[in-house]
Nanobody, 124 residues
Framework: VQLQASGGGLVQAGGSLRLSCKAS????????MGWYRQAPGKQRELVAV????????????EYADSVKGRFTISRDDAKKMAYLQMNSLKPEDTAVYYC??????????????WGQGTLVTVSS
């Protein structure tokens, strides 16, 4: 399984960007897809995650407090894609953003995968 992230770039404060992540390979079920970020000199942190429940009604999303109301995570499982719509960007959102997924390629296991990072730079 491979994850390919794209969509980073340079944007002014208050602007928007949309990150995309495509999963490919032997995939039986995508259990969760999310985004993490790592700013210079800081630890990698969770930005947003979308988790697949046993039933559709159990699907859930989780956001870091710092991005709530500004970022939206979405998934298109038919295309094996995840997106992160980032609005009202702030300079403190500047970081390398990483796509992450928990994927089952058999009914009895789950593995954790990471994509390459995509740099988001927000200028003030």
């Amino acid at each position: 399984v491979q994850l390919q992230a794209s969509g980073g770039g340079l944007v002014q404060a208050g602007g928007s960007l949309r990150l995309s992540c495509k999963a490919s390979g032997s995939i039986l079920r995508i259990n969760a897809m999310g985004w993490y970020r790592q700013a210079p000199g800081k630890q990698r942190e969770l930005v947003a995650v979308s988790t697949t429940g046993t039933m559709i009604s159990d699907d859930s999303t989780e956001y870091a407090d710092s991005v709530k109301g500004r970022f939206t995570i979405s998934r298109d499982d038919a295309k094996k894609m995840a997106y992160l719509q980032m609005n009202s960007l702030k300079p403190e959102d500047t970081a390398v953003y990483y796509c992450n997924a928990q994927i089952s390629d058999t009914p009895w296991d789950e593995k954790d995968y990471w994509g390459q990072g995509t740099l988001v730079t927000v200028s003030s």
